[in-house]
C-alpha cells in the first residue's frame, strides 16, 4: 500500500484540484501518485494583482490555476491587449514582463473572479518526473494556452466586429460555458471596453454591434452576469463590410 505523505497546511493533492490528470494513469499509479504529489496552494482575490513569482526558478513548472479567472494585460504604446487565463492553465508571470524586448511593453494582471493556483515548483517538478504521463499533461496545458491565444489572434483579423465577439464567445462557451436549457452560459462579467481588448475592437464599436446580435437574438445578457449563446455556433461568416471594424 502507498503510504502518503502528511499533507501540510496550504497543501492540496494535485490530482484532486486538477482530476485531468487521474485519466493519464493507471489505477494502481494513479493511487500512488496522489499520496506523494502534494502541492502548495495560493489564493488571490479579485482586483490587480502583482505576482511574486512563487515558482519561477529553473527547474519550477510554474503556476497552474485550479479555478478562478485571470486577465493579463499587454501594454504597447497607447494600445492594450487582453488575454483570458482561466482553469487549466499554466503561467509563469516573471519569465518575460516586456522590459527586455527590443520594443518594450508593459504586462497588468486582473484578477476577475477570485484564483486559486497551484505551485508547481521544483519538488513538485521532480516527484511529478515519476511519472512521465503528467509531466506531458501539464506541457498540454501549457500548449492548449498557446492554441487558445492563436484563435484570438485569428478572429482579431476578422472585418466585422459582430462576427468576432460571436467566435469569440464560442471560444468562450467552449473553455467555460455550460449547457442550460436557455442556452449555453458563459459565466463571463466583462466589459465592453475589455471585449474590445480581447478582439481587437473600439469600445463603441463593441457596444453597437453587441447591440445587433442581442437585437437578432444570438445572445443574450444574464441578469447576475455573463452570457447565454442562443443557436448553433456559426459555420459561415458574413463577408460584408457592414459592421466592419473601426
Given at each position: 500500500m502507498t503510504q502518503r505523505r502528511e499533507t501540510q497546511p496550504g497543501e492540496v493533492c494535485l490530482l484532486d484540484a486538477f482530476p485531468q490528470l487521474t485519466a493519464e494513469l493507471e489505477t494502481a499509479e494513479a493511487e500512488r501518485a496522489r499520496g506523494e504529489l502534494m502541492v502548495r496552494v495560493e489564493r488571490v482575490p479579485a482586483g490587480a494583482w502583482r505576482p511574486t513569482s512563487p515558482a519561477a526558478g529553473p527547474m519550477d513548472l510554474?503556476?497552474?490555476?485550479?479555478?478562478?479567472?485571470?486577465?493579463?494585460?499587454?501594454?504597447?504604446?497607447?494600445?492594450?491587449?487582453?488575454?483570458?487565463?482561466?482553469?487549466?492553465?499554466?503561467?509563469?508571470?516573471?519569465?518575460?514582463?516586456?522590459?527586455?524586448?527590443?520594443?518594450?511593453?508593459?504586462?497588468?494582471?486582473?484578477?476577475?473572479?477570485?484564483?486559486?493556483?497551484?505551485?508547481?515548483?521544483?519538488?513538485?517538478?521532480?516527484?511529478?518526473?515519476?511519472?512521465?504521463?503528467?509531466?506531458?499533461?501539464?506541457?498540454k496545458a501549457a500548449v492548449g494556452r498557446s492554441f487558445s491565444l492563436a484563435d484570438h489572434f485569428a478572429l482579431s483579423h476578422l472585418r466585422r466586429v459582430d462576427d468576432r465577439l460571436m467566435v469569440m464567445f464560442w471560444h468562450f462557451a467552449d473553455r467555460w460555458g455550460s449547457v442550460r436549457p436557455e442556452g449555453v452560459v458563459v459565466p463571463l462579467r466583462l466589459t465592453h471596453e475589455m471585449l474590445g481588448e480581447i478582439i481587437g475592437a473600439q469600445r463603441p464599436s463593441v457596444t453597437t454591434a453587441l447591440g445587433q446580435i442581442e437585437a437578432a437574438g444570438r445572445i443574450s445578457r444574464r441578469r447576475e452576469g455573463g452570457w447565454v449563446l442562443h443557436g448553433e455556433p456559426p459555420q459561415r461568416l458574413q463577408t460584408t463590410d457592414e459592421g466592419a471594424a473601426k
Open positions: 510554474g503556476l497552474l490555476l485550479i479555478d478562478g479567472l485571470l486577465a493579463r494585460h499587454v501594454l504597447v504604446a497607447d494600445t492594450r491587449a487582453t488575454e483570458l487565463i482561466g482553469r487549466g492553465d499554466l503561467l509563469r508571470p516573471s519569465d518575460h514582463e516586456g522590459e527586455d524586448a527590443p520594443v518594450p511593453f508593459g504586462v497588468a494582471w486582473t484578477v476577475l473572479e477570485p484564483l486559486t493556483v497551484a505551485v508547481l515548483d521544483a519538488e513538485v517538478t521532480e516527484a511529478a518526473c515519476r511519472w512521465p504521463q503528467l509531466i506531458v499533461a501539464i506541457v
